[in-house]
Each structure stands twice: as C-alpha cells, then as structure tokens.
C-alpha cells in the first residue's frame, strides 16, 4: 500500500496500545472514521522471537483500508534486523521501532524506552534498521528517559539515519503517564528534523488536536486513550481540520459503539467473567464522558454478569439516548481499567 507521509492536511494516526488495538478494534475504529495510519502492538523481538501470530492478523486481515506500520520491540540487532525482514513480506507500510515503552519491566531490559539511555546503541540499531529496510522505517518515542539532556542529540540520530516518521509523546519514560505533556519540545522535534512528525501525548478530543497543531506545527497528531473512549475522534479532526462543525455524538451511539466491542469479542468459549472484565477495560475510558457524576463508571464497575453491565448501559445510555457525549472527559472522572471494584 503507498503511504504518502508527506500531506496538505494534518495526519491522524491511532496509537498503537498493547492488548487494545488488535485487528478487532482496528476494524471497529474504521467503522466510526479511520485514521490515516494504524500502528500494531508491538512485536517482541529477541533471539527466540518469530512473529506472533496474533498481532500478524492486524496486517495480514486488516480490512480498514488505511496502512498499517509494524511496531517492533528489542535491542538486539541481527534479531531486529530478521523480524523487520520477516514483517517486509506482509503488506505492511513500514517498520516502526519502539524507543517508548515506559513500563519497569520493559525499559529494565533496555529495550523500549530503556533504548532512550543509550544513544550510541540508537545509532547502531537505527543504522542497520536503515540498511535493511527498504520501505518506510518510523520511530515511535519519548523526549527522554530521566531528563530531556539526550533529546538533540536522539534527535540528530533520527535525522541521520533517514527515518520517515517520528511519533514523538512529549513525556519522558520516568513520567510514565503523568504530569503534563511537553508540547514545546515536539515543537522543537518539529524544527529540528526533516522527516515529518505526529504529535501524541494527551489529544483528548479535534479542539484538542487543533491546539496541538498549532501549537507544535506537526504533521499531524497521534491519538491514543481518547480514541478508546471516542471512536468518532478522527471523524472529528478532520472536520475541524476542514473548518466544518465537529459532529455531536449521542449517548444512543455509544450505546451501539458498546455492542460492537461486545460483538468483537463474543468468542463463547471466553468465560463469561473475562467478557465483562475485558468489555469494562473499554468501558472505563467511555463513561469519562457520559455522566459528569460518574455514575455509569461507578456502576458499571460493580456489575458482574453480562447482564447486569447491559443494565447500567441501557439505563445509563439507553434511558438518555439524545443526551450529547462530552467531547472532553469530565473533570475527576478517571480510567481505572485494571483495577474495577
Ligand atoms: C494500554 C496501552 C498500551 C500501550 N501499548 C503501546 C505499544 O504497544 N506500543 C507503543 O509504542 N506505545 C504503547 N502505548 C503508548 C501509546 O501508544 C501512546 O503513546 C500513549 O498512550 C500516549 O498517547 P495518548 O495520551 O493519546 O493515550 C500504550 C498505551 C496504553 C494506554
């Protein structure tokens, strides 16, 4: 599939999200308005790796006719260098490294955004990447691992080894998932480079986008938990990109954006408990915007059965079918998606 990274108008890419954004989702992300470019979960790669086969399908059935990069993670570079030639003979629009990844576990290996400590280990992955690849080769990363003291000369590195695209969440790995997000330094990663750039890091709703672009002049936005919670985002973005009124979404609609994540996973030999508590992972990023009191989150956190989640949903949604879904999350109301009571 040709993927022009160059565009007159801002890119929306979804960002890839480990267990969340698999061919299933992908799918229904599309049915609601495509990005430009999906990213899949990443691919482990270390001297034992194949490809898994799971995260394949998001390439080999991907149905949303929208291109989608391979995300790879490792440090080892004759394995990264045999998956991404392995991952070259699907149809994939390129290989996309992760330099992000800020979970303990992950970064403890050096790997993800354990990569960001060592520049000279960049140089020599991107290098050999850059040689083997013959496609489009992206880098999805942090502006640092403790501190942004190695933010240029990462940067530098990006530059010179030719990569296509830079997906740059403006935090460092130490901050996780807090704190706020640094848009002046994807600006700078803006001025710097010359390949172009997504922005990512908290795009919560098109107004946000807009704020985002133009304060960071970046190619486009990248957009992850909020497009969880609003699956009409990148619908959104592109009529505020084209100066059109951003389309209102009503509970009704969630309400049958919840019955295809449902109709996603309705594999019946899932026990009944892992359904609900798989569904709720989604519905904790929804119900920050259904209720300003957070009684749809409270409630649905408590349900147990099937039927008792469709009860709050139908009574939350259903019973105020033309109540307007908040295109921001409401103030206080926070995703706990591992942790329902
Ligand atoms: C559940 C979850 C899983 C994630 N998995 C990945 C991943 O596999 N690869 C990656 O590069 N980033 C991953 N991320 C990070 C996101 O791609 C993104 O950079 C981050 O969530 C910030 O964007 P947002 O504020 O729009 O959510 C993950 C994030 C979340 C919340």
């Not at 330094?185 to 807009?210: D, E, T």
């Not at 899932?270 to 009191?293: C, T, W």
Request: aromatic residues 8%; proline residues 5%; contains cysteine.
């Amino acid at each position: 599939m040709k993927v022009p990274l160059e565009s007159a108008v801002p890119l929306t890419a979804l960002a890839p999200m480990q267990d969340v954004t698999d061919v299933c989702f992908m799918s229904t992300i599309a049915e609601y308005g495509s990005p430009d470019y999906f990213f899949t979960e990443y691919f482990r790669v270390h001297p034992d790796s194949g490809v898994d086969k799971y995260i394949l399908r998001s390439i080999t059935e991907n149905t949303t006719g929208r291109p989608v990069f391979a995300q790879m993670i490792g440090e080892h570079i004759p394995d990264l260098v045999r998956i991404a030639r392995l991952l070259m003979q699907y149809p994939i629009a390129g290989i996309d490294l992760n330099m992000g990844c800020p979970a303990p576990r992950v970064y403890r290996k050096n790997v993800g955004g354990g990569l960001l400590k060592d520049p000279d280990k960049i140089d020599r992955i991107l290098g050999e990447l850059r040689a083997a690849v013959d496609g489009k080769l992206t880098v999805k990363m942090r502006v640092g691992f403790e501190d942004t003291s190695q933010f240029d000369r990462v940067l530098d590195l990006i530059d010179r080894h030719d990569i296509d695209l830079l997906s740059l969440h403006g935090r460092t790995v130490k901050q996780m998932y807090h704190g706020s997000v640094d848009y002046d330094l994807i600006a700078h990663a803006v001025q710097r480079l010359r390949c172009p750039v997504l922005a990512n890091g908290n795009v919560s709703s098109a107004a946000s986008a807009m704020e985002v672009l133009s304060q960071t002049h970046a190619a486009g936005v990248m957009v992850g938990r909020a497009a969880i919670r609003n699956p009409w985002i990148f619908r959104q973005i592109r009529e505020a990109v084209a100066g059109k009124e951003v389309s209102i979404v009503r509970l009704a609609q969630v309400r049958d954006y919840i019955d295809r994540l449902h109709q996603m996973q309705l594999d019946k030999s899932v026990p009944e408990k892992s359904r609900v508590s798989h569904l709720k992972m989604y519905l904790n990023f929804i119900g920050q915007s259904v209720d300003a009191a957070g009684v749809f989150l409270r409630d649905m956190r408590k349900a147990q059965t099937e039927a008792e989640l469709f009860g709050v949903c139908d009574r939350e949604l259903l019973d105020r079918a033309g109540g307007i879904f908040a295109p921001e999350p409401y103030v206080g109301l926070f995703a706990r998606p591992s942790c329902e009571g």
